[in-house]
């Protein structure tokens, strides 16, 4: 039998499994999945930015890859006050618009959420994110990728009116838990509880649920938070 290296490392990853994901991959991986993998790694436990960081260097830096990785990384250390530098902000939105511009249109999509990120979260400009999250929420539909979907609703559903947005929070949550998105599904545990009244039966659960796995994980923003 022939393992796919490349396979047994994304199930890894969908699984929160960073650095055996990482472990996975064999000296001739393609480096852009050993890079995704690591800015995952890093974004979700607050942890390995260095690695994070040299993993995307031994990219081509003209490739869409290195450009969208680079964004974020920059966008992250904004987000987390993760010893941010003076140029992290222009570098963010610069990296998101050459992916965008790459001709690929998934990762045209995954560029826009991302911009449309940038400038809700560090920004606090809804009215120049909205367009940019409902093109990627076109794409994802367009494609029929539920998991980048559940990201970018994730993210609309704050701007939405409470039944609506309770609706996207839950739909984002079963599309990852369907597709065995581990991390994912606790953040979406998470905020689904967030945006729930005290009281409620479903958030009490929720809350009894998430916990666990978060620590599991050591999603640090997660338990940092709560």
Excluded: C
Aim: hydrophobic share 45%; charged share 30%.
């Amino acid at each position: 039998m022939i393992v796919d290296d490349t396979y047994v490392a994304r199930r890894l990853l969908l699984l929160g499994e960073w650095d055996a994901a990482l472990a996975a991959l064999g000296p001739d991986a393609a480096p852009e999945l050993r890079a995704e993998i690591a800015v995952d790694r890093w974004f979700f436990r607050i942890d390995g930015h260095e690695e994070a960081e040299k993993a995307v260097a031994a990219l081509d830096p003209a490739s869409p890859t290195a450009h969208l990785l680079t964004a974020r990384l920059a966008y992250s250390r904004l987000l987390f006050r993760y010893a941010p530098r003076p140029d992290d902000r222009a570098v963010a939105e610069a990296g998101y618009r050459a992916a965008a511009e790459s001709g690929d249109e998934k990762l045209r999509g995954w560029a826009e959420y991302h911009w449309a990120v940038l400038l809700d979260n560090i920004d606090e400009d809804p009215a120049g994110a909205l367009p940019r999250y409902e093109t990627a929420l076109e794409i994802a539909t367009r494609t029929g990728d539920g998991y980048f979907e559940s990201y970018i609703i994730r993210h609309l559903a704050p701007h939405k009116e409470p039944a609506e947005r309770i609706a996207m929070l839950r739909r984002s949550l079963h599309l990852r838990a369907a597709l065995g998105a581990r991390p994912q599904t606790v953040a979406a545990q998470a905020l689904l509880a967030d945006n729930l009244p005290e009281g409620d039966p479903e958030r009490a659960e929720l809350m009894r649920t998430f916990r666990p796995g978060a620590e599991e994980l050591r999603v640090g923003w997660l338990l940092s938070e709560n």
